[in-house]
């Protein structure tokens, strides 16, 4: 085993006959082994080597990255096999290597996310895949359980654990296999990937949209790397325009290989209509990848992506870690979504790496947003980015005009959400033929069961969190960890029936508010509840599109990626929602995604309005909002931060340790309080509980580390954690630049 000594790894010839392995393990790092007699191996060949009893996959890497104490050549054991992939280029193993360093991370774990298809790495072959058999099979054995579980497979395809993902257990989906309800659907393995053309549609821009892209387009030209902000208001074009930019990489080659584009997406339900956009432009869809795929096309899409085939990926922040051999271009679409930062497993920030991926490629990288992050944005002000705006809409449209609904004078009437403006507002908007959006960021029916007869409040048995209730489903749902059960007829503390209350408002509620005062509504419930395939997303679009929906009740799902002219009202139905709490960037969350969610009305011909309904109007965001004084909320938010020493004026690091014996977390926390550092300019606060005391079963602990700049933050945790052992039941992760501070 080993430790990094070096994050900037040479391309190096192996010496010897010995080869260095980074094992794709969590806990492992780099052993030597044996170059088996008539072997060549070389820097990033994927090899299988043997580890006690075990054969694992691993990774040739660079023989002076990784310190290890050499052992006799006569006591390595011999890599087993070279596997049928291309090497991984030498810009994939600095990523690795700077992942790893960077994010306190062990360097197999950040493999593992590299290789992270097992069957992609074997020889081409056919995959079973299964769907419901139509018709049915004359006589099979189908009792109610096994007929609701076809309901549920309706329209799918994939393999068993493919299928299991929609909620369906595998020894169910084995058994409607063996039933006939299911048939065998053979699917080779590497189908060939389309290719995008880059003047398939060329586009009608406007001059500054023109402009922007030819800035766009220039490094790419020049093949060097360059970090852009691309800043554009909503629906003033801003994928449009980098298209030219991408349109522009796909044009390069090197080494007769073309190149290859990488375009970050926050959402998964926002994948649909950006693909229509992409296939109406380059005449064909782009390489997806995301968590919905199947494993066929998970095998193949990281095949494509490998070998160069695979011109443009689309697809979230797991797709950083894909070993392309000639990217051109990366682009990160809605830069400031917090969806980009990993908060399991490796806890990286996509938006993050993918400036370092395309430093260490030599590309460009674009990073889209009408509300780009603090730390974006300063960075382009500083000429570190450079900084190409789109200040107006396309066509002409103009942006909706924001008013404040002030709930201290006119509240809500008793067992309602909205107050009567907003209802009025509502019931004109339909009148006239058009649609609304109700945003609140706040899934189910609502946040809190309580019991009105001994005050219980139903919490999750694995976390300190409330149960929320799911009334679509019947059931208590943990946002957290998952965790279902149905809602009780009875309280389960004192018994006493009848007694249970939901208390506070989710989407669902509204959503029933709304079908109550206007029956003719045709309402639609929009959260990862509802929207969590791009099927699923394809066939909202189409709903709304058509008229099939007039009223639209959402999360933050609905704030970014739709394009619906006819919807000319949003109302936020609590705007003070995201200011509680104790969140550094509270104010400039709420500031991105109510302008993001205002962004929704009035793109096309018809002017569109937005109504925040608030308890707090007077609060510095809210007024910035109104006013649309976007600079002066900026420059407000700016001087917090800097005099305050937050990032990006400062540095951020987050120590949680975590297990499931409280008093042993207890213990390892004032362990690790008695060794923490004491320095000019670093500030350990804690340990004290996390906000979210208990996770999926373990207690948790939570120091956080507030550091100037420049100090070295990650070698000044290591020596502390270092100095300190703890019992092998208590974890301790890092989580450096943290943005959640659960």
Request: hydrophobic residues 40%.
């Amino acid at each position: 085993m080993s430790t990094s000594s070096d994050d900037t790894p040479q391309a190096g010839r192996i010496a010897g006959n010995r080869v260095r392995v980074l094992l794709c393990q969590h806990g492992l790092s780099v052993f030597d082994y044996r170059i088996p007699e008539g072997e060549t191996l070389r820097p990033g060949d994927v090899v299988r080597v043997p580890l006690g009893p075990r054969q694992v996959t691993g990774v040739v890497w660079d023989p002076d990255v990784f310190a290890v104490q050499e052992v006799a050549e006569s006591r390595l054991r011999p890599v087993s096999a070279r596997l049928p992939v291309p090497p991984l280029p030498e810009a994939t193993r600095k990523l690795v290597s700077w992942t790893a360093r960077y994010y306190m991370a062990p360097a197999g774990a950040v493999l593992r996310m590299v290789l992270s298809v097992a069957d992609a790495l074997e020889e081409a072959r056919t995959i079973l895949e299964y769907r419901v058999a139509e018709p049915l099979p004359a006589g099979a054995p189908l009792t109610k359980k096994r007929l609701e579980a076809l309901e549920l497979l309706a329209g799918k395809q994939g393999t068993v654990r493919d299928l299991a993902r929609a909620g369906v257990s595998e020894s169910m989906i084995r058994t409607l296999i063996a039933a006939g309800a299911l048939r065998a659907v053979p699917v080779a393995a590497d189908a060939p990937i389309p290719q995008p053309e880059p003047d398939f549609a060329r586009p009608v821009l406007s001059p500054e949209q023109a402009e922007a892209a030819d800035a766009l387009r220039r490094p790419v030209t020049e093949g060097r790397f360059a970090p852009l902000l691309l800043e554009g208001v909503t629906g003033s074009g801003k994928t449009e325009v980098y298209f030219e930019a991408v349109a522009e990489a796909l044009r390069q080659t090197n080494n007769g290989m073309g190149g290859q584009v990488l375009v970050l997406l926050p959402e998964i339900a926002l994948t649909e209509p950006w693909l229509n956009r992409f296939k109406a432009r380059f005449g064909c869809l782009p390489t997806a990848w995301h968590s919905d795929l199947t494993q066929s096309a998970r095998r193949r899409a990281w095949r494509a992506a490998a070998s160069g085939e695979a011109r443009v990926v689309v697809g979230a922040r797991s797709a950083l870690f894909l070993p392309y051999p000639n990217l051109k271009l990366i682009v990160v679409d809605e830069e400031h979504e917090t969806t980009f930062k990993q908060e399991e497993g490796v806890l990286y920030h996509g938006r993050d790496v993918a400036v370092m991926r395309a430093s260490l490629e030599g590309c460009p990288v674009i990073l889209a947003s009408a509300t780009p992050a603090l730390e974006t944005r300063l960075n382009a002000e500083s000429g570190k980015y450079s900084h190409v705006r789109l200040p107006d809409r396309f066509g002409g449209a103009s942006m909706p005009a924001i008013a404040s609904l002030d709930l201290r004078r006119t509240p809500p009437e008793r067992g309602r959400w909205l107050c009567e403006p907003l209802h009025r507002a509502v019931a004109e908007t339909l009148a006239r033929g058009e649609q609304a959006l109700l945003f609140l960021n706040r899934r189910g029916y609502a946040p809190l069961t309580l019991c009105r007869t001994c005050g219980e409040r139903i919490t999750c048995p694995m976390c300190s969190a409330w149960l929320v209730e799911h009334r679509l489903t019947g059931r208590l749902h943990c946002h957290h960890c998952g965790f279902a059960m149905p809602i009780p007829k009875a309280c389960p503390k004192c018994g006493d029936t009848d007694s249970l209350v939901a208390c506070g408002p989710g989407v669902e509620r509204v959503a029933e508010e709304v079908e109550r005062f206007l029956p003719e509504a045709k309402v639609a419930v929009v959260t990862s509840d509802t929207i969590y395939s791009p099927a699923k997303a394809a066939a909202f679009v189409e709903s709304v599109e058509t008229g099939a929906v007039n009223v639209l009740v959402g999360t933050q799902m609905l704030a970014k990626g739709y394009h619906f002219p006819n919807l000319t009202l949003v109302g936020v139905v609590d705007a003070d929602l995201g200011l509680a709490g104790g969140d550094l960037r509270a104010a400039e969350r709420t500031f991105q995604q109510i302008t993001q969610v205002a962004g929704r009305a009035g793109r096309g011909e018809k002017p569109g309005r937005v109504m925040l309904q608030t308890y707090q109007p007077e609060a510095p965001v809210l007024k910035a909002l109104v006013a649309g004084d976007i600079e002066g909320f900026y420059r407000a938010e700016s001087a917090a931060r800097e005099r305050h020493g937050m990032p990006p004026f400062g540095r951020l690091a987050a120590l949680i340790l975590s297990g499931p014996d409280q008093g042993a977390v207890n213990d390892a926390a004032q362990a690790l309080a008695r060794q923490a550092p004491r320095m000019a300019g670093l500030e350990v606060l804690g340990p004290a509980p996390a906000p979210l005391a208990l996770l999926r079963g373990r207690h948790r602990m939570r120091f956080l580390v507030k550091a100037r700049k420049g100090l070295p933050l990650q070698a000044i945790l290591g020596e502390w954690l270092g100095r300190v052992r703890w019992p092998s039941s208590v974890r301790v992760t890092a989580d450096i630049d943290p943005q959640s501070f659960l």
